[in-house]
């Protein structure tokens, strides 16, 4: 029961955070040569981690990281999940005495906060970056591969996502128009009460259908849908109501304006977007990103973390070259976790200025004002024995068939951190 509650809380506020307690996990009858896995302390999440494991029959090691309760995506936009937080849950949980090995699964969608070279540095653990869906990993450590087969990297966004997206999206932004719209002198015409519903119904019909709408962005998309509502409305009012032609005319017009306001407003709650207004609303794409081979060590790593497949192997030339800029979200995972900064872009990453994250930020910065507070330092330490053995799969040493490995030491003289 309890579960179903807290489900049902989840399916509109999974934007707010909902912590459980971090620290490590036993998931079946683990032994010491076991996989590790990390996850955030989101309490969704930590309760379908185990159940997929459990269900999948995976014995492991769960380390809950202290994310502040938010979801592995928006926790790693909004510099919560970071290289701190997994050194952090790594040194405190006592996992070096449950395993014999030092390797380490990640969530995929964590890269754009945790550099898979700072973990590596800082405690010896070698991390690897697993599949983007839960529901992949069993495969994914059946498979016994250090990398993610490629379609298991990449975010799907299927009608079940993008539904319980649509639920949440319209739940904040009910949330927060509530205020404004009852303050303002439209309430008294009862305009509000239809309007509430109307933005939560756009709301999810935009998030739903975000790939079949006509348009290259949000708002585009927006207005094509709201164009379709109101004509939906017309013929509605006209059968069941007949409405006389201003309030007709006024209704059709503000359920085209509220549709447009969802569009603009869909990207806007994800901390990965951070398009120039004239990329959300014109479509215009303003983003860019390129690679400069010369730096290029072919190291993988950002096509491993990328979640939008924007990347494209050169196997003449051993390099990486951005083949498909228009999928790219401007994540910054793959400039995170370049090894020789050889991506170079004209966005940055950084704090997430969502809304959840402005008000974490808010408190945080509240409580650092009032406490002292001891910053631990970190020394790295040396990888284990065993992870230089063949038998160890970090990242590095599992190759694409066909697909040479240069040394870390390359021809460019660029060295490995
Ligand atoms: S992460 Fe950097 S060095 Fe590694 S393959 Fe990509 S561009 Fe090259
Ligand atoms: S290419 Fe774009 S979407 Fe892919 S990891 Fe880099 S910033 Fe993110």
Redesign the pocket.
């Known amino acids: 029961m309890w579960n179903f509650l807290k489900d049902v809380w989840h399916l509109f506020g999974r934007l707010f955070p909902f912590p459980t307690k971090p620290g490590l996990r036993r998931i079946g009858d683990p032994d010491r040569s076991s996989p590790v896995l990390v996850t955030c302390n989101y309490e969704l999440t930590v309760r379908k981690v185990i159940q997929t494991l459990v269900r999948d029959g995976v014995d492991a090691w769960l380390l809950v990281a202290p994310t502040k309760g938010i979801n592995v995506w928006c926790a790693a936009g909004g510099g919560h999940f970071t290289t701190d937080t997994v050194v952090s849950i790594l040194k405190t949980s006592g996992i070096d005495n449950h395993v014999d090995h030092r390797r380490l699964i990640l969530p995929q969608l964590s ?2 906060g945790v550099n898979f070279w700072g973990v590596k540095e800082h405690t010896g653990w070698k991390p690897r970056f697993g599949p983007a869906d839960i529901k992949d990993l069993a495969a994914y450590l059946r498979a016994g591969k250090s990398r993610t087969e490629r379609e298991h990297r990449r975010v799907k966004f299927v009608v079940k996502d993008r539904f319980v997206m649509g639920t949440n999206l319209g739940f904040n932004t009910v949330l927060l128009l509530i205020l404004p719209l009852l303050i303002s002198s439209i309430w008294l015409t009862g305009l509000w009460w239809k309007t509430l519903p109307l933005l939560f119904v756009l709301s999810v019909a935009s998030s739903v259908g975000v790939f079949w709408l006509p348009g290259k962005v949000g708002v585009q998309k927006g207005v094509s849908l709201g164009v379709l509502a109101a004509a939906i409305f017309v013929v509605l009012s006209q059968t069941f109501w007949q409405l006389p032609p201003w309030p007709l005319l006024g209704w059709t017009g503000w359920i085209v304006v509220l549709s447009a306001y969802v569009g603009y407003d869909m990207p806007s709650w994800s901390p ?1 977007w951070r398009q120039d207004p004239k990329e959300l609303v014109l479509g215009v794409k303003q ?1 860019q ?1 390129e690679i400069i081979q010369e730096k290029c060590i072919n190291c993988h790593l ?1 096509d491993i ?7 494209r192997h050169d196997p003449e030339a051993k390099k990486y070259e ?1 083949a498909n ?1 228009d ?9 995170e ?1 370049c090894p020789t900064e050889a ?1 170079v ?1 004209n ?1 940055r ?1 950084g704090t997430c200025a969502c809304p959840t994250c402005a008000i974490i930020d808010g408190v945080g910065a509240l409580k650092r004002k009032t406490q002292k507070r001891e910053v631990p330092t970190v020394e790295p330490v040396p990888a284990a024995a065993n992870c230089d053995t063949e038998a160890c799969q970090c990242a590095l040493e599992d190759r694409e068939p066909g697909i040479e490995l240069q040394t870390p030491e390359n021809e460019n003289g660029i060295r490995f951190p």
């Open positions: 890269a754009r990965l983003t990103i950002c973390v990328c979640p939008s497949d924007v990347f951005v800029l999928a790219c979200q401007a994540c910054g995972a793959c400039i976790n991506i872009s966005f990453g």
